[in-house]
């Protein structure tokens, strides 16, 4: 099973508003990225965390805030977003951070905001 | 730098036949991953196929195969018998080394249409 379960599939916020993302995987995965996908772009690398630990921010903004509180879950906390912040959100896993494996990703999660 | 080249923005194939999607890599690191991933107008990302830079034969998925030339840094996906269910971006993506987090870097993809 290689399943990365990501929630909300939609979400449409206003500026003000604060949400959150969650995605969730059980293959004993210690590697998760967040990925941002603008319309008819490739996937942006916006956070990835090793072993529950912050290992790569891309330098984003400080409105998106991920969290890893445990080895299945990511989170991503959103506040204050601007409208360009619409896009695809993908969360991504893989065995480690080590070379050869595989990032498997989730559906997305397709934000709007307002 | 580190660099993917898609050239194709979009394809035609017709059902049942064969189809080559082109990837160009850029990289001064003797150690890397190439990949290749579809992704339906839902949004998953659906992994595909992989080579790594040290692997001797070209990798094969089914009906997914990579044809990897070296000297050239191409890196393209092959397609047997093309299905419609095939239609979807794809997308060629080079992982960086670890020190990077283990980075995928993309292409800006190919549209790939199967026609009946």
């Known amino acids: 099973d290689t399943e990365v379960t990501q929630t909300p599939k939609h979400l449409v916020m206003g500026m003000t508003n604060k949400k959150s993302l969650k995605c969730e995987q059980h293959?004993?995965?210690?590697?998760m990225y967040w990925y941002k996908q603008k319309a008819k772009k490739p996937p942006e690398l916006m956070f990835v965390?090793?072993?529950?630990?912050?290992?790569i921010n891309e330098s984003v903004p400080s409105r998106f805030s991920p969290e890893c509180p445990n080895s299945s879950l990511l989170n991503l906390h959103l506040h204050a977003l601007q409208p360009e912040d619409s896009a695809l959100y993908l969360c991504a896993s893989s065995q480690t951070l080590a070379g050869g494996y595989i990032q498997y990703f989730g559906a997305g999660t397709r934000l709007s905001v307002l | 730098a580190q660099k993917i080249t898609q050239t194709q923005p979009g394809m035609f194939v017709q059902e049942k036949e064969a189809v080559t999607l082109d990837c160009t890599y850029d990289?001064?690191?003797?150690?890397?991953?190439l990949f290749w991933y579809k992704q339906p107008s839902s949004g998953e990302m659906i992994f595909l196929i992989y080579?790594?830079?040290?692997?001797?034969q070209n990798a094969t998925e089914g009906r997914y195969s990579l044809n990897f030339q070296k000297a050239r840094k191409s890196a393209n996906l092959v397609i047997s018998a093309s299905q419609l269910g095939d239609s979807a971006m794809y997308f060629c993506a080079m992982r960086l080394p670890v020190e990077y987090g283990n980075k995928l870097v993309f292409g800006a993809g190919t549209i790939l249409r199967v026609k009946s």
């Open positions: 080579q790594g830079s040290y692997d001797q």
């Open positions: 990289t001064s690191d003797p150690s890397y991953g």
């Open positions: 293959m004993g995965h210690r590697a």
């Open positions: 965390y090793s072993y529950e630990k912050l290992s």
